[in-house]
């Protein structure tokens, strides 16, 4: 005998037999029942879900011809009469499967025009199963709309489709719609064990369910796979034969890669990554796992045990709940985005292999780094400033809780977007009073002149206030508790009185400022820029430059020449 692919065997005979598709099968079973049946179908959704059997399923409801069924359309037929084995075996006459990906054009939807009004040869109702249809072309539907609105009592159309929005409105409107929806994991595996139990055939659990989470939703795709799995099993089905013949890689040795990455043991990832390259997994396999590790562990620490009862054995459910204990899911999101943006490194890459590893060193380095607000709570306890960190970063998660010291954050290592400002070491020798700010100690300071008040706005890391004050703020004249200025246009009203707070933070006097008209005072950005230009003629004026720029026409003296 030849033999049948179980995706053909198991093919669903009555409504009763679809998987996940309740509320279709609710809504046909009332039709049938109430005799309101439409005269049009539409059944649209993904790959595998069932359209072409329903399709098939409705017709052989409305043309079985079991005498019980007492000659009218029933929503349980019978299977075994002339009618309902001529329609599984897609060779009825009354009963037309048309293909519209192969025709598409306005002669194919002619000649059905021309026919239907023919009554039927031995049918109750002539049933037309147009599969694609979204193939179809413009000419093609626009030829269809008169006879889809007002077709014969005796005619049924029946249309099936994965992309429902290329098909016209006008098309839908006229047709009962139904949206197969993606079948769970669950019921499919359900359906996977059913089967092996009927073909005899050993199996795991953990396989079927591995089976199930690759289908995507698409029971023909994992009946598809599960064929396979028979075969290359020689008869029974367990998870490392499925991970082997798939090229998938083992979810241990992901979440054992996973950890030595959390951990920052850059030699044990490397030889984790030989090891799983060696065993035949490319580089896309097994950044996919790892991606799919870090996902499961993700949704784990949301859903506890429930998110993978089903598909890990208790072992592994135990290993994935002891690493979603060590790491926050602040950290885990972030993981996510580095090692998706690899995924996208190695298709540019000369090597994918190297690619690959400087991608997982990368994240491991970066799991040494504190957490935004670990970083702001630091900063805000000072932690961070003047501090030499000496010791090595502990290879554990316990960074994650209290993260490693960064050293020498000092206000020198900060610029502003235009130029840095150079801090000047001599003005701490001004301190004269301590006093509490920020929960540390502070001292109070004298301020001498305007570099002093952008010293200390550097100091409290006001980086936004610092590029205002450069930008808009135009000093006329300074002394000792008074300051004089003009603004911008563009300064917002409230800049001078955030630059008065953050001196009374930090001065023991009481500051006065006097606004006075002035056009010819420049921002420090213009001053600087003009200071620039000056030098800038003072050098294009020399003649050696100009001797120079003779010889080497289009020459120029770049900033760095110049200190």
Same mark, same amino acid.
């Given at each position: 005998?030849?033999?049948?692919?179980?995706?053909?065997?198991?093919?669903?005979?009555?409504?009763?037999?679809?998987? &996940?598709?309740?509320?279709?099968? %609710?809504?046909?079973?009332?039709?049938?029942?109430?005799?309101?049946?439409?005269?049009?179908?539409?059944?649209?959704?993904?790959?595998?879900?069932?359209?072409?059997?329903?399709?098939?399923?409705?017709?052989?409801?409305?043309?079985?011809?079991?005498?019980?069924?007492?000659?009218?359309? +029933?929503?349980?037929?019978?299977?075994?009469?002339?009618?309902?084995?001529?329609?599984? $075996?897609?060779?009825?006459?009354?009963?037309?499967?048309?293909?519209?990906?192969?025709?598409?054009?306005?002669?194919?939807?002619?000649?059905?025009?021309?026919?239907?009004?023919?009554?039927?040869? +031995?049918?109750?109702? !002539?049933?037309?199963?147009?599969?694609?249809?979204?193939?179809?072309?413009?000419?093609?539907?626009?030829?269809?709309?008169?006879?889809?609105?007002?077709?014969?009592?005796?005619?049924?159309?029946?249309?099936?489709?994965?992309?429902?929005?290329?098909?016209?409105?006008?098309?839908?409107?006229?047709?009962?719609?139904?949206?197969?929806?993606?079948?769970?994991?669950?019921?499919?595996?359900?359906?996977?064990? =059913?089967?092996?139990?009927?073909?005899?055939?050993?199996? =795991?659990?953990?396989?079927?369910?591995?089976?199930?989470?690759?289908?995507?939703?698409?029971?023909?795709?994992?009946?598809?796979?599960?064929?396979?799995?028979?075969?290359? &099993?020689?008869?029974?089905?367990?998870?490392?034969?499925?991970?082997?013949?798939?090229?998938?890689?083992?979810?241990?040795?992901?979440?054992?890669?996973?950890?030595?990455?959390?951990?920052?043991?850059?030699?044990?990832?490397?030889?984790?990554?030989?090891?799983?390259?060696?065993? &035949?997994?490319?580089?896309?396999?097994?950044?996919?796992?790892?991606?799919?590790?870090?996902?499961?562990? +993700?949704?784990?620490?949301?859903?506890?045990?429930?998110?993978?009862? !089903?598909?890990?054995?208790?072992?592994?459910?135990?290993?994935?709940?002891?690493?979603?204990?060590?790491?926050?899911?602040?950290?885990?999101?972030?993981?996510?985005?580095?090692?998706?943006?690899?995924?996208?490194?190695?298709?540019?890459?000369?090597?994918?292999?190297?690619?690959?590893?400087?991608?997982?060193?990368?994240?491991?380095?970066?799991?040494?780094?504190? &957490?935004?607000?670990?970083?702001?709570?630091?900063?805000?306890?000072?932690?961070?400033?003047?501090?030499?960190?000496?010791?090595?970063?502990?290879?554990?998660?316990?960074?994650?809780?209290?993260?490693?010291?960064?050293?020498?954050?000092?206000?020198?290592?900060?610029?502003?977007?235009?130029?840095?400002?150079?801090?000047?070491?001599?003005?701490?020798?001004?301190?004269?009073?301590?006093?509490?700010?920020?929960?540390?100690?502070?001292?109070?300071?004298?301020?001498?002149?305007?570099?002093?008040?952008?010293?200390?706005? !550097? $100091?409290?890391?006001?980086?936004?206030?610092?590029?205002?004050? $450069?930008?808009?703020? %135009?000093?006329?004249?300074?002394?000792?508790?008074?300051?004089?200025?003009?603004?911008?246009?563009?300064?917002?009203?409230?800049?001078?009185?955030?630059?008065?707070?953050?001196?009374?933070?930090?001065? %023991?006097?009481?500051?006065?400022?006097?606004?006075?008209?002035?056009?010819?005072?420049?921002?420090?950005?213009?001053?600087?820029?003009?200071?620039?230009?000056?030098?800038?003629?003072?050098?294009?004026?020399?003649?050696?430059?100009?001797?120079?720029?003779?010889?080497?026409?289009?020459?120029?003296?770049?900033?760095?020449?110049?200190?």
């Amino acid at each position: 005998m030849v033999y049948t692919v179980l995706a053909r065997k198991y093919r669903p005979q009555k409504l009763s037999d679809l998987v &996940g598709q309740e509320t279709l099968v %609710k809504v046909l079973t009332n039709s049938f029942k109430l005799n309101r049946i439409a005269h049009a179908f539409i059944l649209t959704g993904s790959r595998g879900v069932g359209k072409t059997s329903t399709a098939r399923i409705i017709a052989k409801g409305l043309n079985c011809e079991d005498p019980a069924k007492k000659n009218a359309p +029933t929503i349980d037929p019978c299977g075994i009469c002339s009618s309902c084995t001529s329609i599984a $075996e897609s060779r009825h006459i009354d009963v037309i499967e048309m293909d519209a990906a192969s025709r598409t054009g306005v002669s194919d939807v002619r000649e059905i025009i021309e026919n239907i009004d023919y009554k039927t040869v +031995t049918a109750r109702f !002539k049933v037309y199963i147009i599969d694609e249809v979204h193939m179809l072309s413009n000419s093609a539907f626009n030829a269809l709309l008169k006879t889809l609105e007002e077709p014969p009592e005796h005619v049924k159309f029946i249309f099936a489709t994965t992309e429902v929005t290329k098909i016209p409105t006008t098309v839908i409107s006229r047709c009962q719609r139904f949206d197969l929806t993606r079948i769970e994991a669950s019921k499919i595996s359900d359906q996977l064990e =059913s089967i092996c139990n009927r073909e005899e055939i050993s199996f =795991s659990r953990n396989a079927l369910s591995l089976i199930s989470n690759i289908a995507e939703g698409s029971l023909r795709d994992a009946l598809s796979i599960l064929d396979q799995a028979i075969v290359h &099993g020689e008869g029974s089905i367990e998870l490392e034969s499925i991970t082997s013949m798939l090229g998938l890689v083992d979810q241990k040795g992901s979440l054992k890669l996973f950890e030595h990455i959390i951990d920052q043991e850059q030699e044990k990832i490397l030889e984790e990554l030989d090891h799983q390259y060696k065993n &035949g997994f490319d580089s896309i396999a097994i950044l996919n796992g790892l991606m799919e590790t870090i996902s499961k562990l +993700t949704i784990f620490k949301i859903r506890k045990e429930e998110s993978l009862e !089903k598909s890990f054995s208790g072992e592994l459910i135990k290993s994935f709940s002891k690493v979603s204990k060590r790491i926050p899911t602040d950290i885990l999101s972030r993981c996510w985005q580095m090692v998706l943006k690899n995924h996208g490194e190695l298709k540019y890459a000369p090597d994918m292999f190297s690619a690959l590893q400087m991608g997982m060193l990368r994240l491991s380095f970066f799991c040494g780094l504190p &957490g935004p607000f670990d970083l702001m709570k630091q900063i805000s306890d000072g932690k961070l400033i003047g501090e030499e960190a000496d010791t090595k970063p502990q290879h554990n998660l316990d960074i994650m809780q209290k993260p490693t010291e960064i050293s020498e954050l000092t206000p020198g290592n900060i610029g502003s977007p235009n130029e840095r400002l150079a801090t000047a070491p001599e003005r701490s020798a001004k301190r004269t009073e301590d006093f509490q700010f920020g929960g540390k100690e502070k001292k109070k300071i004298e301020i001498n002149d305007f570099d002093d008040v952008l010293s200390l706005i !550097k $100091e409290e890391r006001n980086l936004p206030l610092l590029v205002e004050i $450069e930008n808009h703020f %135009k000093l006329i004249s300074f002394k000792t508790g008074e300051i004089e200025f003009d603004l911008t246009q563009d300064a917002r009203s409230d800049l001078v009185s955030d630059i008065s707070k953050s001196i009374a933070k930090n001065s %023991k006097l009481q500051w006065k400022f006097v606004r006075v008209t002035d056009n010819s005072a420049l921002t420090i950005v213009a001053n600087r820029t003009e200071t620039r230009n000056q030098q800038q003629r003072k050098i294009d004026s020399n003649l050696v430059v100009k001797e120079i720029k003779r010889i080497f026409p289009g020459a120029r003296i770049g900033k760095s020449t110049f200190h």
